[in-house]
């Protein structure tokens, strides 16, 4: 089956803050630390550790900066709670957002986010406002390679656990159930296959397309805003981005 490439649409549509790297590095690396803490420090037996690498390796950290972090969680205080909380809004355009965060403060964190969308035309909504717009699934992106049968890496795919499976122009796109994410994709990584990124995220059912020139400036500063943000982990919405605007 071939479609749009969520993996792509959902990654380029970042904004430009996301492209300064040690901001990315810095919030990866307060992921990986909380869930060293909540969780140990073995992937094997923490699946949110497990995950925050794998987001971590996608976003090409180096592994001295991911050994840190796991460090880090070992000899934080205790004190110290975090909490994962996912805000819903009403973006310009008639557009959605999910925006995933990490904080220590979720007054200061639901203040921020508020005047984010506020100050851009937005207006930042309750629990299950948008998220119905969107599923949460696992995706799994492999380079296409003349080195790898199409129909062996979706059986082998089909066999740990994965819902779907899709060819690209560049790529093949894997699909999984949140909970069965790292399975899939340690099982695929023992079967051989590498050049493999994969992350959970929010994927809209459809995707919405502004042509109002203040919308889109709109769109462009609360993505912006909301990436600059320190207790922002990831930003999801169902704005059609023009080809153009896309991020490498």
């Known amino acids: 089956m071939s479609g749009h490439s969520k993996w792509k649409t959902i990654k380029n549509k970042k904004g430009k803050a996301d ?23 073995d992937p094997n037996y923490n699946s949110s550790l497990a995950t925050a ?16 972090a796991i460090k880090t969680g070992l000899a934080a205080a205790s004190g110290e709670n975090f909490e994962t909380i996912t805000y819903e809004g009403y973006g310009p355009g008639g557009t959605a957002f999910m925006v995933q965060c990490l ?6 964190t639901a203040a921020d986010i508020r005047h984010y ?3 851009n035309s937005g207006n ?10 969107f ?19 979706m059986m082998a795919a089909l066999d740990v656990g994965a819902e779907d499976f899709e060819t690209q122009d560049d790529s093949y796109e894997i699909t999984t159930a949140p909970e069965d994410f790292i399975d899939v ?18 994927i809209p059912a459809t995707s919405v397309k502004v042509e109002d020139e203040e919308s889109v400036k709109y769109l462009e500063r609360l993505i912006d805003a909301l990436e600059d943000c320190d207790d922002v982990q990831e930003v999801y919405h169902n704005w059609d981005m023009p080809e153009e605007e896309d991020e490498e």
Request: aromatic residues 6%; hydrophobic residues 30%.
């Open 19 to 41: 492209a300064q790297r040690g901001k990315v590095f810095t919030k990866l690396a307060r992921y990986i630390t909380v869930a060293v803490r909540e969780g140990g420090p």
């Open 53 to 68: 690498i794998e987001k971590a390796k996608a976003q090409n950290m180096p592994n001295d900066n991911i050994d840190r």
């Open 103 to 108: 904080t220590d403060n979720k007054n200061r």
């Open 117 to 119: 969308f506020t100050k």
């Open 124 to 133: 930042l909504g309750t629990t299950g406002c948008v998220g119905y717009l």
């Open 135 to 153: 599923s949460r699934k696992g995706v799994i992106s492999i380079e296409l390679s003349d080195n790898i049968d199409e129909e062996a890496l």
């Open 185 to 202: 994709l340690n099982g695929l990584k023992e079967s051989g296959y590498t050049d493999i990124k994969g992350d959970i995220m929010y």
